[in-house]
């Protein structure tokens, strides 16, 4: 069975959208505490993994039906490649600076994985232009002011110290994100015509 099978096939999208559907819910669950003291104008901007696989979730949803939504496609690709790979960093920062990590860390790490990875997979069945990764792109850099300018960044109590180190990583995996995108998205159509 290839990849490109598996990929499309109905029953494996299913799945796929209710991992990510219930995923979702628990990453805004997870993040509940951090909602509760967080500025109303500031709550869309704060549960960036959840935010990230919702994103994906509905692209799955009309993908099922064969609709793109490249804004939508946009929005999980990038998010899911930028928060799936800061939050397996984090962790593994996590457990560098603490000596150890909690099982929840590791679940983080393989869960924060599989999101980066499953955002590519799906890379060839987007409908990309770079209007919409322009939009994606301003997006993301934005969530960055939000999180590092104005303190909105998800709370790690063992790297506060790091923040402004973490901010300025943060910066760049967004912008190599964007170039990622671009590269298997729109480059890649483009040269195949």
Not at 72 to 101: D, R
Not at 117 to 126: D, H, R, S, T
Not at 147 to 169: A, E, K
Request: glycine share 6%.
């Amino acid at each position: 069975m290839n990849l490109n099978y598996l990929l499309l096939h109905r029953q494996f999208l299913l799945f796929l959208f209710i991992v990510n559907l219930l995923g979702t819910i628990y990453g805004y669950i997870w993040y509940k505490s951090q909602l509760l003291i967080t500025p109303i104008i500031f709550l869309p901007f704060v549960p960036d993994s959840p935010t990230a696989s919702l994103f994906f979730t509905i692209f799955l949803l009309f993908f099922i039906f064969n609709k793109n939504v490249p804004y939508i496609e946009a929005l999980a690709i990038t998010s899911l490649f930028k928060y799936g790979i800061w939050a397996v960093v984090m962790n593994i920062f996590t457990l560098i600076v603490e000596g150890s990590l909690s099982w929840q860390g590791y679940m983080l790490i393989a869960s924060h994985g599989a999101m980066a990875i499953q955002g590519l997979l799906y890379a060839p069945y987007y409908a990309i232009k770079l209007r919409h990764l322009t939009i994606a792109g301003i997006v993301l850099l934005h969530n960055d002011i939000i999180d590092y300018v104005f303190g909105m960044m998800p709370i790690y109590s063992s790297l506060t110290d790091y923040m402004n180190q973490i901010g300025y990583f943060t910066f760049w995996l967004s912008v190599f994100t964007i170039f990622i995108t671009y590269r298997i998205t729109i480059h890649n159509k483009f040269n195949s015509h």
